[in-house]
């Protein structure tokens, strides 16, 4: 676990090192830190999304389960239930900055290899290199969302905490399919985020995040029958 307390360690020196910095910044250079992160997660996503879908077995898995993830999440009305949350600790556009922030943390390759690599073969790189990435990004976040940001901090610990326990104990049965589909369906859920930072297309992000969930029921199935 030692990668990922890295990580997280990170993740809050970054957003308090980028609240400090905000005191003094003009309301025109957040608007432009804003567009800069907006075009980093659309080009992340997209770099997740060409980079991993060349090599799916189910090229039409990642449609399903943004089609079953958006009905289950639009259900739930998870994106109105976490403004919600965070407008009980923040009167700002914290909400749109956190959840952008937990996506661009938890869901890309070296988040989702990096613990499992530590719990197979104790390899901590990848946990130590994205870490290092998610400190310069959770500080240009938190200039322009504020220190609320390292509450993603909290979410990381869980997720890359949750996969590297699972991969752990379940050794021979991690599919390396299946963490493909994870970040084909992940990138996209990062370029809408991208996109509605910009302002060109305003996405209910959180509303899709059950679709996350479908690649790890669809191995199962395969593996049951």
């Keep these: 676990m030692f990668g990922t307390l890295f990580n997280v360690a990170m993740i809050i020196i970054g957003s308090t090192l980028g609240t400090v910095f905000k005191k003094g910044m003009k309301d025109r250079y957040q608007t432009i830190l804003m567009q800069a992160m907006g075009l980093a997660a659309l080009a992340l996503g997209v770099n997740a999304i060409v980079g991993h879908l060349p090599d799916s077995k189910y090229s039409v898995l990642f449609i399903i389960s943004l089609a079953i993830g ?55 790189s990848y946990l130590l290199a994205n870490g290092m990435l998610d400190f310069v990004t959770s500080l240009v976040l938190a200039s322009t969302f504020g220190f609320g940001i390292a509450l993603s901090a909290g979410v990381l610990f869980v ?67």
């Design 159 to 225: 997720w890359q905490g949750s996969i590297y326990v699972v991969a752990k104990a379940l050794e021979s049965a991690v599919n390396v399919d299946l963490l493909n589909e994870v970040s084909i369906v992940g990138g996209v859920l990062i370029m809408a985020s991208g996109l509605s930072i910009l302002g060109i297309k305003k996405f209910k992000t959180m509303n899709f995040l059950p679709a996350l969930l479908v690649p790890p029921v669809f191995f199962l199935i395969l593996k049951i029958f």
């Design 70 to 124: 958006a009905i289950v999440g639009e259900k739930l009305d998870l994106d109105a239930r976490f403004t919600n949350v965070v407008k009980k600790f923040s009167k700002s556009n914290l909400a749109e900055g956190l959840s952008t922030a937990i996506l661009l943390f938890c869901i890309g390759s070296l988040s989702i290899l990096g613990p499992v690599e530590a719990a197979l073969h104790g390899n901590y």
